[in-house]
């Protein structure tokens, strides 16, 4: 953001005129850390009214993980006999819905985030990467109860991690990190187009099944696996499995998978600037 002073004479007072950046210019990590209140303050905004008058409360965060294992069990493991390198079905499905319905839920939010605030961004002023970041970030309390389950299912069934866990963070950050760089791009086009809100839950489904939720990514022929790697969240749940239960490493998978992200980052933080001269107008 940048200000600009002017003043008519000596003894006028000083004016002050905020203006969003005409051209490109980094994310200011200092301008985001002197608001970090706000931005815990929309985080924890978000999980209440997500629980809000409901009689379950954060139980629907373990629910629904439960549910989509025992559904994904019967039909896929089951009655179709997908293999699971190994490892108890139940166990392998779970290690990949939980990561997937992070990522998934940090785009639901993220994208309809600039909506949901515009209120407030009319009148105000704070840096509005703090909304898709929100987003993003909120969904988080529904991982670590979602994953207390696949903690539980480990136990129920004697899998063991390996040590490959020390890893695990990175690739909960990486799929932070793929959730945000398309959540900037989403929210963004939101405030424009606000057929986006409607497009995502279906997009969603099928993005479910181009990555390796209820499958494991070695039934795609080696010759694909690059290809395959373009959509990051391949990456993120078979590093996800390998790192918590010792699957296969996808080593080339996840190079690719990361080099997506990063142009998801940068590009979406790019227009998500470029765009944010228009926000309060366009809202």
């Known amino acids: 953001m940048v200000t600009t002073r002017e003043h008519t004479d000596p ?3 000083h004016h002050i005129r905020i203006r969003p950046p005409k051209k490109w210019v980094p994310i200011d990590i200092h301008e985001l850390l002197n608001y970090r209140e706000l931005l ?3 985080t924890w905004r978000d999980i209440k009214i997500r629980y809000k008058q409901t009689a379950l409360g954060f139980l629907w965060a373990f629910i629904q993980p439960l549910f989509m294992m025992l559904i994904f069990s019967i039909f896929f493991g089951r009655l179709a006999g997908l293999p699971s390198e190994g490892i108890p079905y139940p166990v392998f499905v779970l290690a990949a819905i939980i990561p997937w319905t992070l990522f998934s839920e940090g785009i639901t939010r993220s994208t ?3 909506i949901t605030n515009a209120n407030i961004m009319t009148k105000v002023y704070f840096p509005r990467l703090i909304m898709p970041v929100s987003g993003i970030l909120s969904p988080l309390v529904d991982f670590l109860v979602a994953f207390s389950l696949l903690v539980l299912m480990m136990v129920y ?3 063991i991690p390996t040590l490959n866990v020390v890893f695990l963070p990175l690739f909960i950050l990486l799929a932070l990190a793929t959730s945000l760089g398309i959540g900037l791009w989403l929210s963004a086009l939101n405030v424009k187009y606000r ?3 409607y497009t995502i839950p279906f997009l969603i489904q099928l993005g479910m099944f181009a990555s390796p939720v209820v499958y494991s990514a070695s039934l795609v022929p080696e010759s694909f ?3 395959y790697g373009l959509n990051p969240m ?3 749940i078979e590093g ?3 790192a918590l239960l010792g699957t296969n490493m996808p080593s080339a998978m996840i190079l690719v998978s990361v080099g997506v992200v990063i142009v998801l980052l940068v590009s979406g933080a790019f227009y998500f600037r470029r765009m944010e001269q228009y926000y309060a107008d366009v809202v």
């Open 40 to 42: 815990l303050s929309f």
């Open 112 to 114: 309809s985030s600039m």
């Open 11 to 13: 003894h006028s007072a």
């Open 157 to 159: 069934y004697g899998v």
């Open 225 to 227: 696996r690059f290809l």
């Open 234 to 236: 391949a990456g993120v």
């Open 195 to 197: 057929d986006f809100q």
């Open 240 to 242: 996800f499995r390998w």
